[in-house]
């Protein structure tokens, strides 16, 4: 999920009434909510490097909880020194480490529904999981936490006038329980009708061939259609799926062929650039080319980010090998225009 949305579940969480628990919850829920994403500083690292550390140890279990710890104790220890406000509630270490981890599991949570992933197990297993039911950038998500927490801010300005102070922070406490069931809900009916495109999916012949693993990846805007893909023995179909008309997009599927063994193909393979993104990779498909100079170019890409008929690759990694197969380059990308098929 992108920081805002979660920067607003982080407010939602306070206003639902966690924010009186302690002095500083509010502080600390904002900050929690966002935490787990200090590892985005493997941006800087580029690369392969960003893929092998983003949404590594810090949205873990034991991740999230040793982040929670620690930001629990700077805000109490720092809070100690300051003076409170009047009739403002003491500042406590383990109210501050509950709502701190209950923010950060709440991100590592949202993260998880998405097709990205995340990795809860490390550092005992670098395992990716994922829920598949939410796109990284959610609008329908973000309208209902801005009508939740923006409508009572609005009212409260209205009424403020003739003295509505208890009936506005009932007001705000309503509007956030709002947001956040609107969540659950959301995610409720996302569920449901990735089930079904999965079922869908399933349950058919592809070129004469049994589905050997399918993927539902979300539409941003439908929560009914969905981007499958399918994988066979010999291919990959990637296929459009609308669950409310049962319908799979047969006349728009993109059949790609699975590439045969070959000395380059496994010389890429076993490069640790090449692990670290298959390791990733959910539906990898490889494609294998030779260069000019006698070389060898090999492209990976994971097809759950992409779309049938599109001309642009998304998750693509790049093995430039010479004629000895030994490696002379290598470069990962989110995306990229599509140079060979």
Known sequence: MDNLTH???????GQAG?????????LALIIASNLPDIDIVAATKGGINYLADHRGITHSLLGLTGLAGILAAVIFFLGRRASPKRHAPPVSLKWLFLICWTATACHVLMDFTNQYGIRPFLPFSGRWVAWDIMPIIGPYL?????????????????????GAGKSASK??????LFSLYAMVALWGLRDLSHRRALSMLNARLYGGELPLQSGAFPSPLNP??????????????????????SNIGDQKA?????PDSSPAL?????TPAAKIFLNFARFPLATVRSSHDSGFEVYFRDLRFALPGSQLWRFVMEIDLDGHLRVRGQSFSFAREKSVR
């Open 224 to 245: 009914f259609q969905w981007n499958g893909v399918v994988e066979t023995a010999s291919s990959y179909y990637l296929l459009d799926v609308d669950v409310l008309i």
């Open 266 to 270: 496994i010389a890429a393979e076993k």
């Open 7 to 13: 920067t607003l579940t982080g407010i939602a969480l």
């Open 171 to 176: 007001m705000a406490r309503k509007g956030a």
């Open 18 to 26: 966690l924010k009186h628990k302690t002095r500083y919850a509010m």
């Open 254 to 258: 993109t059949r790609l062929y699975k």
């Open 142 to 162: 973000l309208f209902f936490l801005i009508v939740g927490l923006g409508l009572p801010i609005i009212l409260k300005l209205v009424t403020e006038e003739v």
